[in-house]
């Protein structure tokens, strides 16, 4: 009897592999960091056959922790960071470069040539995107432009392209299978997210030959089966695929329209689900594909948040306030309320809805009387106050009224933030009990195609809170706050740039 799902979650930093059962309880984990390689300063990689050489391994070893033998599971779901780029030799197999990373800034000059050419509004209207280094697209042009005999080699159709999805399902099917989902698609800076095409003017813009596209499929259906080398001679179907973000917007079984969820990680990642239509964002948001499913797009509004569990790792490493990322509520709690300290972590620059790179770090508020309490609560407080201004775009974006707030990621478990979120967003804040919500979406999109689970209903009953945190502060001092935080935020603008 076929009883789990796998879900590979290949991330930035590490490749996971999970085993899940029919209640979606996670009964099994293995976990292997790899390399990052940073050969110049701004410039991120990863070798693409160390990622396959990890997650593979990690798959192997959860079966061998477990004791659970490959015929017992009845489906892979995959789940992988998103924009990675991985570009291989379709006869060898070999990536003719290392992946070239989401967070690589090495094709930032081609996206500033790009908009100069007034090709923005073009591109936006097309995929959702803003121009910017982090997507796939300039990365393959520059692969091709940088190889020697790429590009020769990729007009002639022997280069393949892919997203660490793509670059999974091809290895764990030996080459047989060559195929992306629509929300990896949609992350490319060259697919149609209206039509469901790869864009032929896109393409030709880059100068990326279309052969070397993989084809799109759904989110939830078979992709095709393991080499029986891989898990000692089964062959199992390879069922569900999604971008992380997306994965986990499926975990947290939003499948509603005007559902959101928020992982609160090194940076936080809002989704909100906007139904069967694309909703162009005039905040800069990202319009994205969630999924795919029999054929019918689902599509989201994403912003992200470049520093927020980053922001406590700032006080344990750098200021040395405190030990460990789970004294903050503690020490939080300690101080009836921020003694008008405000901290904007521009560290990066800002996001949306603000979009200035050239913001830094502000500490505003400061007084003779200010603690370190203050200064712990000021940082977790500011990780609230960047989710609402995104919620707040977002909301107005897509001209509805959000009904909660639903959380994951390793910052949602601190009951301080939390409850602070939901003052300030007026509106529940609901944290499951089951928090793996990537490696939960991927396994819930692969057991659906295969009839392991019968439908959404059935999803969303294994979803339960493990806490319901519920808006407690007074509209006046909420009021109050957010438009402190928001003089703070003025205050750290165009930073870099000014005497
Ligand atoms: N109890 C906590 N309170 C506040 N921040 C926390 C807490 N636990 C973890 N974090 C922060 O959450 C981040 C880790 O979460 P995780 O989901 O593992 O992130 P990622 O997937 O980005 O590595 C770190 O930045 C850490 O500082
Ligand atoms: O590796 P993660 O899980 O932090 O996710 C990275 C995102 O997918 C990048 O867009």
Redesign the pocket.
């Known amino acids: 009897m076929k009883q789990y799902i796998m879900a590979l979650d290949q991330?930035t930093?590490s490749s996971r592999a999970l085993l899940l059962n029919r209640q979606g309880d996670v009964c099994g984990v293995a976990q292997k960091e790899f390399l990052q390689r940073y050969p110049q300063p701004g410039w991120v990689e990863h070798d693409p056959m160390e990622i396959w050489g990890t997650q593979s391994g990690v798959a192997r070893e959860v079966l061998e922790k477990t004791g659970i033998r490959p015929e017992e599971i009845a489906a892979i779901g995959i789940t992988n960071q998103r924009e990675t780029t991985v570009v291989w030799h379709r006869e060898t197999g070999r990536p003719v470069h290392h992946a070239i990373v989401w967070q690589c800034r090495r094709t930032a000059e081609m996206c500033d040539r790009l908009k100069e050419q007034g090709l923005e509004e073009t591109i936006k209207r097309k995929t959702g995107l803003v121009v910017d280094a982090y997507f796939s697209g300039t990365k393959i042009k520059w692969i091709l432009d940088h190889v020697p005999g790429a590009r020769e080699m990729a007009a002639k159709g022997d280069l393949l392209f892919g997203t660490i999805d793509t670059w999974l399902i091809w290895n764990l099917t030996r080459g047989e299978v060559h195929a992306t989902d629509y929300s990896n698609a949609s992350r490319t800076m060259l697919f149609n997210i209206h039509t469901g095409e790869w864009d032929e003017e896109l393409l030709a813009l880059l100068d990326i030959p279309p052969a070397m596209m993989p084809e799109v499929k759904n989110s939830s259906g078979i992709y095709g089966y393991t080499d029986p080398h891989t898990f000692g001679g089964a062959r199992i179907p390879i069922s569900g695929v999604a971008g992380d973000q997306q994965a986990a917007l499926f975990g947290q079984t939003c499948f509603r329209q005007g559902m959101v969820k928020n992982?609160?990680?090194?940076?936080c990642f809002l989704l909100m689900n906007t139904g069967e239509t694309p909703i162009p964002s005039s905040h800069g948001l990202l319009t994205t594909i969630a999924w795919g499913i029999d054929g019918q797009l689902t599509y989201a509004l994403e912003g992200s948040i470049f520093v927020?569990?980053?922001v406590?790792?700032w006080l344990?490493d750098e200021l040395r306030l405190i030990r460990d990322?789970?004294e903050?509520?503690a020490m939080a709690l300690k101080v009836p309320d921020n003694g008008g300290v405000y901290l904007v972590p521009a560290f990066v620059g800002l996001g949306a809805p603000h979009w200035d790179m050239y913001a830094r770090g502000t500490m505003v508020g400061l007084t003779r009387g200010t603690k370190a309490e203050h200064l712990v609560r000021a940082a977790?407080e500011s990780i609230a106050y960047q989710t609402c201004d995104i919620l707040e775009a977002m909301a107005d974006d897509a001209d509805i009224i959000i009904p909660a707030l639903k959380v994951d990621?390793?910052?949602a478990?601190?009951d301080f933030?939390m409850q602070f979120q939901a003052d300030m967003l007026q509106v529940p804040v609901l944290r499951p009990l089951k928090v793996e919500s990537t490696a939960q979406g991927a396994a819930f999109l692969a057991g659906l195609a295969v009839g392991f689970w019968q439908n959404q209903q059935e999803l969303s009953l294994l979803q339960q809170e493990d806490h319901i945190f519920e808006p407690a502060m007074e509209p006046v001092e909420r009021k109050q706050q957010l438009s402190q935080w928001r003089r703070a935020v003025q205050r750290s603008l165009q930073w870099e740039q000014a005497e």
């Open positions: 991330g930093t992982t609160y990680g090194t940076g927020a569990g980053a406590i790792q344990r990322a789970a903050t509520e977790l990621g390793g910052a478990q601190n933030l």
